[in-house]
């Protein structure tokens, strides 16, 4: 197409155009150029604006330029490489066991060893019981740098480090370890009524170990047990003429009211030891009233010990249920007198052994026994049981009953007796009251 129409302009512009339909053919030079022109025809040619073009350069990559603070870094990381590897080949100067050495290698314990020419003996392997199970099988050296202790024999080491080196000690075979309380013993002292502990007692600890290897079973004491002293006492009133009346088992109906009428109408007081589940109810408002008359209220547990105690003895029951009994039976009186419960307690049936003490000596002051049982548990006539109450001394504790039962004797007897002690020129008193006296 672009050959045809360049042909045409070309004809246009050699020649006119011709007055018949026969066109003048072109003459040999024009001829020539023309086939001059259809061979550079073939060639596309690019359609101009009449603008010149400017003349294109090839594009060249900007020349690679390595920043010279890269260079830099990299030439202080590769002399600090070969510094390294340099300082890493120099020997080290130890105090090894007294000696200055000379480290090269690795510059190790072990290469301090190697160079020191001294070889450590291993320990034994022994038994719990400290005999040798197998000999050279233990620690196979000891070593210290610099004062602490050191097992790794690829431990580094650097100049002016001080090694001490020595054979190695005894290992102990793997056990197995139970540990149990050795209970601390109460001694007793004395005789008397009163009973105080004294230097609150303590579990000392033993170490059961048995030895995996050799099967062999040992007991170390870690820690004595610490050893509590009853003493068992009387108050020395001297020439005070003073009696300490005792009431257990209640509040009991009527019975207990009726024991306050009489102690009233002579001035006397009184110490109760009373069952806190027996407080309940009506037994409340008598104890307020004991107390408020100036009588001490003090617990002889919550149930007298029923259950595994077997309304007995506390000894026959579990620390933690000894325990209970005690706290419980102070509650109950506080909730009844509105006032924090006395201390002083006494154990059902008087039973206050060793065990009884570790349960509950922590929670109480004192234990308070008998001088005189008046028998009036087994109500052998209210005659009889007064006799029992005349034949008091001074510092004397009387044990009576107001509650567990019939006590109607009980209160009979004391309308006899307390006249006649009286006369005697004696005083009522409480605990409380009885132990402002020495206790001997």
């Known amino acids: 197409m672009r050959s045809a129409r360049n042909e045409r302009g070309a004809s246009s512009r050699g020649a006119a155009p011709a007055n018949n339909s026969t066109a003048t053919r072109p003459t040999a030079k024009a001829s020539s150029k023309l086939q001059d022109r259809r061979f550079d025809d073939k060639r596309p040619r690019r359609r101009t604006t009449g603008r010149p073009h400017p003349t294109r350069r090839p594009t060249q990559s900007p020349p690679c330029r390595l920043p010279l603070a890269a260079i830099g870094v990299a030439a202080i990381m590769a002399l600090a490489i070969i510094t390294g590897a340099f300082a890493q080949s120099l020997p080290v100067n130890i105090m090894f066991n007294g000696q200055p050495l000379e480290v090269r290698g690795a510059r190790t314990l072990a290469d301090a060893l190697e160079a020191s020419g001294f070889e450590p003996r291993p320990g034994d392997l022994i038994a719990v019981d400290g005999s040798i199970i197998e000999a050279g099988k233990g620690e196979p050296f000891r070593a210290f740098i610099n004062g602490q202790t050191e097992k790794d024999l690829g431990r580094v080491l650097s100049n002016g480090d001080t090694i001490e080196v020595s054979d190695g000690g005894p290992t102990e075979e793997p056990s197995d370890i139970e540990e149990a309380p050795i209970p601390y013993t109460i001694s007793s002292e004395g005789s008397g009524p009163i009973h105080v502990l004294e230097d609150q007692g303590s579990d000392g600890l033993r170490r059961i170990k048995t030895g995996r290897v050799s099967g062999l079973v040992v007991e170390i004491t870690v820690r004595e047990p610490h050893n509590a002293t009853r003493r068992n006492v009387s108050p020395d009133v001297g ?39 027996r407080i309940e109810g009506e037994g409340a408002d008598v104890m307020k009233r004991a107390a408020s008359e100036g009588h001490q209220i003090c617990t002889h547990t919550y149930s007298h010990a029923s259950g595994s105690g077997k309304s007995v003895d506390l000894g026959l029951m579990t620390p933690e249920e000894q325990a209970d009994e005690i706290d419980q039976g102070l509650a109950a009186i506080e909730s009844a007198i509105g006032g924090e419960a006395s201390r002083i307690v006494r154990a059902p049936g008087g039973n206050y052994g060793d065990d009884v003490v570790r349960a509950i000596g922590p929670k109480i002051t004192a234990e308070i026994g008998w001088d005189i049982d008046a028998q009036d548990w087994r109500r052998p006539g209210a005659s009889v049981i007064a006799d029992e109450i005349k034949g008091a001394w001074p510092g004397a504790i009387v044990l009576l009953h107001d509650g567990g039962g019939d006590r109607s004797q009980t209160v009979e007897a004391l309308k006899e007796a307390l006249p006649y002690l009286k006369d005697q020129g004696y005083r009522f008193v409480t605990i409380d009251e009885l132990m402002r006296y020495p206790l001997v």
């Not at 257990?248 to 589940?277: C, I, Q, S, Y």
């Open 239 to 277: 020439d005070d003429k003073v009696i300490a009346l005792t009431f257990d088992d209640g509040p009991w109906h009527d019975t207990t009211g009726e024991v306050l009428d009489v102690l009233r109408d002579h001035g006397a007081k009184a110490t109760f030891f009373t069952v806190g589940n």
